[in-house]
């Protein structure tokens, strides 16, 4: 992992300010040599890492190879992976934010995309990757600097934040602010709040048809210990092992800034045809998080668009493992151009 530190005050879209920011980032493959520089902007509780959590997306043979690309992913604004979040240390109180943190927005992570963009001299970004919470990144990213990118490839996102999405985030808030230990100024603070955030998040990024599938139990006598609930205390148990409550509390809050069309007098629309890049937009048919009216809203506006949809049962998540084939598709339409 690499760190890039700016020991200066970093502004902040709802104003305020971080004395200092440090941003983790990875590399893959050589700038120096590289045909092209691929930027992928990650979801919510992902890391720089990109090969690690998008399996089969980067690598020989892979959607994007460093043998012929340079690949930057970095970690996002908020995060406890690197990049400045609450669990890092507040330079003027000499102790970690925690519950101190200002609030932040998409485009306070895009503006730190771009701080690190200039710092390692890159100058033309020939593909700009987001799924999730990462293109809402993109998005944003290719708003502000239209000539720097020349494809932009978006996954199972949108334009603006849903009030479906938001509901399930408040909800999730919720579950973190009624831990007992919330606003603790400890990194454990809202640990067991996170594990049901999680579990009502998981509930989004499957869906019934799958659940139903991998979780159902065959004992026809079985009156407790389900199958389904131990997959749910899993996953949440899981996630408050890697992850941080405090972080995922202002992260989600940044999602719901989510409004390409703010502070302009345009609309959603308008905002999306002004979009000049050759554009992959890529839904999954099962996605109830992110469903596929908000792709096909993309595509319809943004005026060099073409949708695939994957037929998929894995839901929101299917952008994730569906990796070999949104690899086919990639290399179909880099083609086709």
Not at 14 to 32: C, D, F, H
Not at 84 to 95: C, D, F, H, K, Y
Not at 184 to 189: D, I, L, Q, R, Y
Not at 285 to 291: E, M, R
Request: hydrophobic share 40%; proline share 3%.
């Amino acid at each position: 992992m690499n760190y890039f530190h700016l020991k200066e005050e970093f502004q902040l879209e709802r104003g305020g300010v971080l004395p200092e920011l440090s941003i983790a980032y990875k590399t893959y493959g050589n700038l120096a040599t590289a045909k092209r520089v691929v930027w992928v902007c990650h979801a919510l509780t992902a890391n720089a890492d990109v090969a690690e959590w998008w399996t089969g997306m980067v690598g020989a043979q892979a959607a994007f190879d460093p043998a012929h690309d340079f690949i930057v992913c970095a970690n996002i604004l908020g995060s406890c992976y690197g990049t400045t979040g609450p669990i890092s240390l507040n330079p003027v109180l000499n102790r970690p934010y925690y519950e101190t943190f200002p609030m932040i927005t998409i485009r306070d992570m895009v503006n730190a995309h771009q701080i690190l963009r200039k710092a390692l001299q890159i100058e033309k970004i020939h593909c700009l990757v987001g799924g999730s919470m990462g293109g809402y990144q993109a998005l944003e990213w290719i708003l502000a600097e239209p000539e720097l990118f020349d494809e932009l490839i978006l996954l199972a996102t949108s334009a603006t934040e849903s009030a479906w999405g938001i509901a399930i985030h408040t909800a999730q808030r919720m579950a973190l602010e009624n831990d007992p230990l919330w606003n603790n100024a400890s990194p454990e603070a809202g640990s067991n709040g996170l594990k049901v955030a999680r579990a009502i998040g998981m509930l989004t990024y499957r869906n019934y048809q799958l659940l139903v599938e991998k979780q159902s139990d065959n004992d026809n006598n079985k009156l407790d210990n389900f199958k389904a609930s131990s997959y749910m205390i899993y996953q949440g148990d899981k996630l408050s092992k890697r992850f941080n409550a405090y972080c995922y509390w202002h992260l989600t809050k940044a999602m719901d800034t989510h409004q390409i069309a703010r502070g302009t007098e345009q609309s959603i629309a308008e905002r999306l045809q002004s979009i000049k890049a050759k554009t992959l937009v890529i839904g999954i048919s099962s996605d109830i998080l992110c469903p596929v009216t908000e792709q096909e809203f993309l595509a319809k506006y943004i005026p060099q668009a073409h949708l695939h949809i994957i037929d998929s049962t894995y839901g929101h998540d299917g952008f994730i493992v569906e990796a070999k084939a949104i690899t086919k598709i990639i290399r179909e339409w880099s083609r086709r151009k």
